[in-house]
T-cell receptor
Framework: NAGVTQTPKFRILKIGQSMTLQCTQDMNHNYMYWYRQDPGMGLKLIYY???????DKGEVPNGYNVSRSTTEDFPLRLELAAPSQTSVYFC????????????FGPGTRLTVL | DAKTTQPPSMDCAEGRAANLPCNHSTISGNEYVYWYRQIHSQGPQYIIHGLKNNETNEMASLIITEDRKSSTLILPHATLRDTAVYYC????????????FGTGTRLKVLA
């Protein structure tokens, strides 16, 4: 199993550009999450999904959109990139909630200039 | 909403026990406390979780107070490779699948 994979690993965007961060898991997990981590800070939940077709907002959803058309994929969309979105983005998945563990991807480092 | 409080940093001598505290006074009665760590800029790694009883696995021990308002993660024999940021995690909102990773404790293991 590859686990949780994220692409790209690095990206530089100009203000106002848009992009999609890709996340794929091959563990057949129902639950998937997107976090962002600003320098020196903890992780903040952006969006999460409890299954295909079902998504919900986390702590910091503004400026982002998600979709979950399959169990495997959970892309994160930035429509109008802003410098405040410069961060490292982590995707995670798990097969249950309260007692299971979240498996994290390697992260995508995004810089908006 | 449940929140956690951890000291921002700690040092520990190599080979000694590292005791990492966390306050989670607003946690609900049926919610678990999870501990993760993040080495350098990698994705966080699961360590251990517990509800009310003390837990131990190959990585660490978790001590939860009887009132469940706080817990302590214990690394019994810290090594240089345990240098990382340690997060104590509870649900963001009671009964949901959203979890809070606070700023964590930056543990530095000293040779």
């Amino acid at each position: 199993n590859a686990g949780v994979t994220q692409t790209p690993k690095f990206r530089i965007l100009k203000i106002g550009q848009s992009m999609t961060l890709q996340c794929t898991q091959d563990m057949n997990h129902n639950y998937m999450y997107w976090y962002r981590q600003d320098p020196g800070m903890g992780l903040k939940l952006i969006y999460y999904s409890v299954g295909a077709g079902i998504t919900d907002k986390g702590e910091v959803p503004n400026g982002y959109n998600v979709s979950r058309s399959t169990t495997e994929d959970f892309p994160l969309r930035l429509e109008l990139a802003a410098p405040s979105q410069t961060s490292v983005y982590f995707c995670a998945s798990s097969y249950s909630t309260s007692v299971d563990t979240q498996y994290f991807g390697p992260g995508t480092r995004l810089t908006v200039l | 909403d449940a929140k956690t409080t951890q000291p921002p940093s700690m040092d520990c001598a190599e080979g000694r026990a590292a005791n990492l505290p966390c306050n989670h006074s607003t946690i609900s009665g049926n919610e678990y406390v999870y501990w993760y760590r993040q080495i350098h800029s990698q994705g966080p790694q699961y360590i251990i979780h517990g509800l009310k009883n003390n837990e131990t696995n190959e990585m660490a021990s978790l001590i939860i107070t009887e009132d469940r308002k706080s817990s302590t993660l214990i690394l019994p024999h810290a090594t240089l490779r345990d240098t990382a940021v340690y997060y104590c995690i509870v649900p963001f909102t009671s009964g949901t699948y959203k979890y809070i990773f606070g700023t964590g404790t930056r543990l530095k293991v000293l040779a």
